[in-house]
Each structure stands twice: as C-alpha cells, then as structure tokens.
C-alpha cells in the first residue's frame, strides 16, 4: 500500500508504487489518501474527497492499482498505526507491504506508536530528489529492527512534489505531464488550489498560496488531446 495526502497525486507517486510492486512482486497496490493529516503543517489541505477522487482517476487503467477510503471514512486525525490495523483486518492473509518516499520515512520516528509500525507491514523506503534515503539517525534506529522490516531502495528520479503541482496551478503554469491528464482535467474542473476557487463547498478553508493571475487551463471537458506543454 502506499498512504499519501496526494493533494495532487502525480507521476513521482505512481511511478514509486510501480518500481516497488516490481520489485517485490506484489499482486495489488492500494493507495490510501490521508484523512485529516497531521504533519503537513498549517497549509490548505484539499477536501478528502477531492483528494479521493484524483487519486482513483490516476490509478484507474493500472489494473493492480486500487485506492482505500479507510483513512477518509475514519473522520479522525490520520495515523498509519490505524491504517495498517484496518488494512490488515480487510486482508487477513497478505504480506503487507507500506511505501514511503526518502522524505517520509525520515519522519517516521515521530508516527505515531511508530515502534508498532514495523510488526504490522515490511517498510519500503523509496528514494526521491532532494532527501537522503540513508541518514544516520535513521539507519541507527532501523538496525534495532528484524532485517527484512525495511527495504531501501533507488527508483529512477522524478523531481515532483505536489507542494509545487500546486504552485504551478496556482500561477496557471503547466502541470501536464506532472500529473496524469486526467488530474490536470480535474484540477480545472473543480478550480483547484486557486485562491478564488469555487471549490470550497466541501468543507475545505482557505489557502495561504499565492494568488492566480489567470483562470484555470485544462482542455475542455469534450476535447481529448492535451494541450501543447507551452501553451498552458
Ligand atoms: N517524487 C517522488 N518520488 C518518490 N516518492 C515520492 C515523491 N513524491 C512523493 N513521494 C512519496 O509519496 C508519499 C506521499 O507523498 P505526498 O502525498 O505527501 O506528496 P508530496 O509530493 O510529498 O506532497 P507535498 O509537496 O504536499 O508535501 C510520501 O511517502 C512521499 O515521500
Ligand atoms: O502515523 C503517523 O503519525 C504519520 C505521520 C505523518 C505521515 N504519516 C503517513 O505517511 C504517509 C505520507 O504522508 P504525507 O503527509 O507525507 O502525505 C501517509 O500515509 C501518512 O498517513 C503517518
């Protein structure tokens, strides 16, 4: 599984949940968008909802991909520790696997319960531009742990983050290709990490990002080539 805010999902996420379902053979990966996150700091968060729903239009034409409502349904501050008891309850059977970029995981001594992360599923470390996968701090803790509980590994680097997807949004700058097609359309649709948007009716607040200068840039709904990378 791999949890995320996923506000936007884009490449670097499916990519990283790719190469590890590779790696170690894994039959389904199910991404689980945070409900109420609580390390993100004091910015905007999007609605679950809309966070839901980008991230089943990203993984819906990978036939092992799925998404999980668990942390969503939840309604309460999101803790991998509940994840990973609720994922674990729905498939009593499997090997769970948590996936988690180099930035994350440098973190992950400050999860909740975090001890009790590692009897739950193994832990695969994804590397990602701009952090180290092996800190110190890090790998001297994670020696204290059973050999296989965590699995670092390298994936071809996508320098992404969805702090800048929505940046560039925000100032109509272009996030083809960033994104799958279908969430740049859906950014659009719902006025996404605009200022001004109309999509606050869901019980998102306002935002502390700069102001757009233009309106939202995505094809129209009927057209089925995406725009020019230059033009938009
Ligand atoms: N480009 C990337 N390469 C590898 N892993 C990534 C990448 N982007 C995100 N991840 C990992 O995906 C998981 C979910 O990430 P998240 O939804 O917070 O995206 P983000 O791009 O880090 O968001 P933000 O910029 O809003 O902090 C985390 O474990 C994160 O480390
Ligand atoms: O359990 C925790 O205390 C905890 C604290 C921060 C992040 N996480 C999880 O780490 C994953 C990536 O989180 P984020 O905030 O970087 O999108 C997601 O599944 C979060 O629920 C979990």
Not at 190 to 210: F, K, M
């Amino acid at each position: 599984m791999m949890g995320g805010t996923f506000d936007p999902i884009h490449h670097g996420h499916l990519v990283a949940a790719s190469e590890v379902a590779d790696r170690f053979a894994l039959d389904e990966v199910i991404f689980v968008p945070t409900g109420q996150p609580w390390q993100k700091g004091a910015r905007h968060v999007s609605s679950p909802e809309d966070r839901y729903l980008m991230t089943v239009i990203a993984t819906a034409s990978n036939p092992r991909f799925s998404v999980s409502r668990v942390d969503i349904d939840r309604h309460k501050v999101t803790y991998t520790v509940d994840t990973l008891r609720d994922l674990r309850a729905q498939h009593p059977d499997a090997d769970l696997y948590f996936i988690t970029g180099a930035d994350a995981l440098e973190s992950i001594l400050t999860w909740q319960d975090w001890e009790e992360l590692f009897g739950l599923a193994k832990f695969v470390g994804v590397s990602r531009p701009g952090y180290k996968l092996h800190t110190e701090h890090l790998v001297s803790h994670l020696q204290q742990l059973p050999a296989d509980a965590v699995h670092l590994i390298e994936i071809p680097a996508l320098a992404i983050s969805s702090t800048d997807c929505r940046q560039r949004a925000a100032e109509n700058r272009p996030v083809w290709y960033l994104v799958p097609d279908g969430v740049v359309q859906y950014i659009s649709k719902r006025n996404l990490y605009r200022a001004s948007g109309d999509a606050r009716s869901d019980g998102a607040v306002s935002i502390s990002e700069p102001a757009p200068t233009r309106q939202a840039s995505a094809q129209p709904p009927e057209s089925t080539t995406p725009a020019e990378p230059g033009e938009h």
